[in-house]
């Protein structure tokens, strides 16, 4: 893959509720845009770690891998970097499960600035998985991210569709917002 040399690499995330998508979408917004994305770091946490048995300590751990993962990535990146995932799903799941947030997540959320934010609706079919724990609750953790994301007053956009739709739905915004 050849890098762009010529202009800064844009940094674009993809938050959204469980099971809407995200990593999919970052697999083939990688691969039409011949680039990388940074994986999840929780999903591979939590592959060693036991998902029932965790604290704000291991979110936080999680939260530090996560942007040393978009760091080690930038550089293997061709005009976009696809963050499948955020400080602010962290935030969101300190809050839903502990009603509190390590300080180093809240500054560090204020410190990392995407060029582009986007948000998985849930208009695609739940799939199960054993990391998966919260189905009932897709709306509200929707709502969740917009108000996060509004609270740092970003502009962010509404990923919608199923299959081929989504990914051209968002293929468009992402030309419309980094036009040539």
Request: proline residues 3%; hydrophobic residues 35%.
């Amino acid at each position: 893959m050849e890098k762009t040399t010529d202009q800064r690499i844009k940094r674009i995330v993809i938050v959204g509720p469980e099971s809407t998508g995200k990593t999919i979408l970052c697999e083939q917004l990688a691969k039409y845009y011949n680039t990388v994305y940074v994986p999840e770091y929780a999903r591979t946490y939590f592959e060693v770690h036991d998902i029932n048995n965790y604290d704000t300590f291991d979110l936080e751990i999680i939260a530090k891998k996560q942007l040393e993962l978009e760091a080690e990535y930038l550089p293997k990146a061709n005009r976009f970097l696809f963050c499948d995932t955020s400080l602010i799903t962290i935030k969101i799941w300190c809050t839903h499960k502990f009603n509190k947030v390590p300080s180093f997540i809240t500054k560090s959320i204020k410190d990392n600035d995407y060029d582009l934010s986007l948000i998985t609706n849930n208009d695609v079919p739940w799939i199960a998985d054993p990391q998966r724990r919260n189905e009932d609750l897709r709306e509200h953790l929707f709502k969740q991210n917009k108000h996060e994301l509004q609270k740092l007053n970003v502009d962010y956009k509404i990923i919608k569709g199923i299959g081929e739709d989504r990914l051209k739905n968002t293929i468009k915004i992402i030309e419309a917002t980094f036009k040539a």
